[in-house]
């Protein structure tokens, strides 16, 4: 079977390694995402496992197209009462690059009319859409002569793991967050400090990297709701993600942030996701933070203004970030999310990577700034 898993961009080689050590085949890296093929029961440990993908889309068919004519009769070949029961709700998505068709909502009222009229010739009956929260999903992907046709095997996406209970303000998706560790090179092997951690999203992620714990492993999919499902399988495969866990974390994950609500949130989500008791959090400063350790790995999201006072304000709180890692963190290995490129100019510390990837839609820069004693302070 031909699968495609959409991640974040700037992820794309880091989700094409996980792949392959799932088991994967033919797996071919591309902007935003990764193609690859396997059987059902690899399409059900990608589920579980993967920490980049945003969804596993299963392909139906491919072809080329020139009207929404064509795109009709492309989900007509289809056999969607093999696929799932008629008392499904369904939802189409359409994407598009360089498409000529003006409308990709009146594309996928096309598609929808399509899984409804092959039903309908079978059975007398229709599928009903549900738009919020649909039990199957179906995926249209053109480009300006290609349309593709995909199931949703994942339902909720991927970074939906189940533990978040509340998000706060601004949070990372918890698939990009998985992908920063994996940028920064933390495998569970040194300590992690996240001094503005908000809802805990980097930490939370983090513990289940050390531990070993299957990120979908509180949460349902789509594939469940298929024909196809082997429950046994599903089982087994569940059992075997269960076996490999962990007990103890090698090294302390540990996170603060000045807000005494994000910090209570991040308990929450914590409790939420089972790991209270394996992660500290407390009420603290950034600017005041002291090293948990002799060295590790510090990352975090600090803010990056949109508004002018906000620039001007970050313009002060940079330098001052550069002097507390300066101070207070020489042998750690610091990496910080911005979508502000001023930031290493105005921290005044060397930065010894820029990794561009995309949050949502920001172009933004993973910077790493190893702090040595003696000076890495530009003039």
Partial sequence: MH?????????ERLLADELEQLGAQAVLAGEGGVAFEGHVDLMYAVNLHSRYASRILLQLDERAYRNEADLYRLATRIDWPSLFDVSRTIKVNVTAQHSGLRSIDFVALKIKDAICDVFRTINDERPSVDTHNPDIRIQVFLTDRLATLYIDTSG??????????DSGE???????????????????DRP???????????????AQIALGLAPGRLRNFGFEKLFAFDAAAWADCKARAEAAIKTDLPFPITGSDRDLQ?????LRNIEAAGLQGKIKVQVGDVL???????????????????????QEQLSEFYPQLGDALKQR???????????????????????????????GALDCRLYEFKVVAGSNRQS
């Fill in 288 to 310: 005041l933070a002291q090293a948990p350790a002799t060295e590790g790995v510090l990352i975090t999201n600090p803010p990056y203004g949109v508004r002018l006072e906000e």
């Fill in 192 to 206: 992690l400090f996240d001094p503005m951690c908000g809802s805990g999203t980097f930490l939370i992620e983090a």
């Fill in 262 to 266: 994000a910090v209570d949130i991040a």
């Fill in 329 to 359: 963190f020489t042998g750690w290995n610091s990496y910080l999310l911005t979508a502000d490129l001023r930031l290493p100019k105005l921290i005044r510390l060397n930065a010894t990577k820029r990794i561009p990837v995309y949050n």
């Fill in 156 to 165: 909720e996406p991927l970074f939906k793991r189940g533990y978040r209970l």
């Fill in 170 to 188: 601004a949070p990372l998706r918890e698939n990009l967050a998985a992908g920063l560790l994996g940028l920064a090179g933390w495998h569970g």
């Fill in 3 to 11: 699968y495609y898993a959409p991640c974040p961009r700037g992820l």
